[in-house]
């Protein structure tokens, strides 16, 4: 059911979705007796919304919560609800908004618990020059409800609230940006499937569901944020954190631009009495295989949307010849491998305007990746154990309904002779190296022998600790990468230097320039 007047509310008997007209802000989420899951504390639009940071070129980030001009109703009927909310530029907004046109689209679907969004951006020709170092999009819950945070089977925790930042409650740490430790909770994309928050009264869940990584940019490997401090949940699609001006796309005058991001699937269950938080995880984490079985869905209205029929698929077998190793051919096992824009090898990682789609290869070097958008791509690939990227020397053109079988390619890691020693293990990874116990008034206990405590803040300057006096020294045949090489390289802090550092991010904050 569908009502339209200064809100548009959106009510298929399970959850009421409320969204600001024209703006197409999240101000409500009804769910299991509860009026609002956002926080309701905070202005109706700082609660669910896309945004974006961009910039004109050499200019200042510009910070903007994408708010629309002009509301349709694409589909009203029984089984679904679309709408969109449109924003158009013209060449007067010059400077105060950035130059795309952008349609942001919300479905609900007749007995689905949650809603779906994604958006679509279009840079014209004629129009100028622009960088966007982020879009997403954000939503906000209740801080008196949801204190459970769910974002891996090894990653949960009751979580700090906002209100522990408020003077005389917490230490400022060396970086405004380390203020609510969202970066201790990120993850690869090819492992960002679902993350959110729990509710224990009621009982509720509140899930980001993300089917597919063909709309995020920079590859698998790439580390986006998920959920944090707030409470706050992220769907990440462009983003500079971890890699810099290398994942931030810069578009000219004369360039034509359009993408689609998402859908993302915001999913809601509860129990019928106070239980166990794992079991509402375990739901999510089988909600999110059906999403993902589901993808691409049949269902969103967009022509930029392409179905499953328009799309097309690739095949083959990737094996690695490496004869200071093995006299045969050896199964890539374990590897990835993906299409992206075309470029040379190892440039999907720092390739932010189009689309990828990758795979992990099987045991016996097989892969197969389907639901392919149509256009023109460059196969590439990377396999623990060995240096360097593949790249299939050809361009791929994908069309409609195509279905191409590459057979058997040869990937041959770069070599001038048999390997004389070597410092861990080339997988992508920091995994294998020596990872400092972190400073006990710093220390996240979530990361107490766990996997990924690297994660724990102020690691950087364990470093210095640990080697007061000299950078370490690693002495082939003798020393023990596990235990003797420190897992970053960085920089030693002096008094001097640290003073700096933080007189730095100090006028920086002052300035407007950290986000």
Same mark, same amino acid.
């Given at each position: 059911?569908l ?5 548009v ?39 669910g ?50 130059p ?34 982020e ?23 009751i ?15 060396a ?141 083959? $077998? ?14 890539a096992?374990?590897?990835y ?19 990828q ?58 070599r ?11 997988? $992508? ?6 990872v400092?116990d ?16 690297f994660?724990?803040?102020?690691l ?41 550092v ?10 407007g320039?950290?986000?």
């Open positions: 059911m009502f339209v007047e200064l809100q509310v959106i009510d298929n008997g399970i959850i009421e979705l409320t969204l600001s007209n024209p703006e197409g802000i999240v101000t409500g989420v009804r769910y299991n007796g509860v009026d609002n899951l956002m926080e309701i504390l905070n202005k109706e639009d700082n609660r919304y896309w945004d974006l940071v961009w910039s004109e070129q050499a200019g200042v980030g510009i910070f903007d919560v994408i708010r629309g001009t002009d509301f349709k109703v694409i589909k009203e009927d029984e089984s679904q609800v679309e709408v969109s909310f449109i924003r158009k530029w013209d060449s007067s907004q010059k400077g105060s908004l950035v795309l046109n952008i349609d942001k689209r919300f479905i609900v679907i007749r007995g689905s618990s949650g809603f779906y969004t994604y958006a679509i951006y279009e840079h014209l020709e004629a129009w100028p020059d622009f960088n966007m170092a879009t997403r999009v954000a939503f906000k819950l209740r801080k008196d409800k949801f204190h459970y945070m769910a974002i891996a089977d090894n990653r949960q925790r979580m700090p609230m906002p209100d522990d930042r408020t003077a005389g409650r917490c230490q400022q740490l970086y405004p940006e380390a203020v609510d430790d969202k970066y201790q909770y990120s993850c690869d994309d090819k492992d960002n499937k679902v993350h959110g928050w729990i509710s224990s009264d009621p009982p509720i869940g509140f899930w980001q569901i993300t089917p597919s990584d063909e709309f995020r940019t920079g590859g698998p490997t790439k580390q986006n944020l998920m959920s944090h401090v707030g409470p706050t949940t992220l769907a990440m699609f462009i983003s500079a954190h971890y890699s810099g001006e290398d994942l931030v796309p810069k578009f000219q005058k004369g360039e034509y631009w359009k993408k689609v991001f998402g859908p993302v699937f915001m999913y809601l269950n509860s129990t019928l009495e106070e239980t166990d938080p794992h079991m509402l995880w375990e739901d999510a984490k089988s909600q999110m295989k059906i999403e993902v079985e589901s993808w691409p869905y049949s269902f969103p209205l967009s022509e930029d949307y392409q179905k499953s029929e328009q799309r097309g698929s690739i095949s083959g $077998r990737l094996l690695v010849r490496d004869r200071y190793i093995n006299e045969n051919d050896q199964y096992t374990s590897g491998i993906g299409l992206a824009l075309p470029g040379e090898a190892g440039s999907w990682q720092r390739e932010c305007k189009g689309y789609f990758w795979t992990k290869i099987e045991e016996n070097g097989l892969f197969t990746i389907n639901n392919v958008l149509t256009g023109d791509y460059s196969l590439y690939a990377w396999v623990p154990g060995f240096i360097g990227d593949f790249k299939y020397e050809t361009t791929i053109t994908i069309t409609s309904g195509s279905n191409i079988s590459l057979g058997d390619l040869i990937y041959q890691p770069p001038d002779g048999p390997t004389l020693w070597e410092i861990g293990y080339p997988d $992508r990874s920091a995994f294998e190296f020596y400092p972190p400073n006990p008034i710093y220390i996240n206990k979530l990361y107490v022998n766990h996997p990924d405590r994660r724990q803040y102020g950087w300057e364990r470093y210095a600790d640990l080697y007061p006096d000299s950078d370490l020294v690693y002495t082939i045949g003798v020393s023990d990468y596990k235990k003797d090489w420190f897992f970053a390289q960085v920089t030693r802090f002096d008094s001097m230097t640290r003073k700096l933080l007189l730095t991010s100090q006028q920086a904050s002052l300035e320039t950290t986000q």
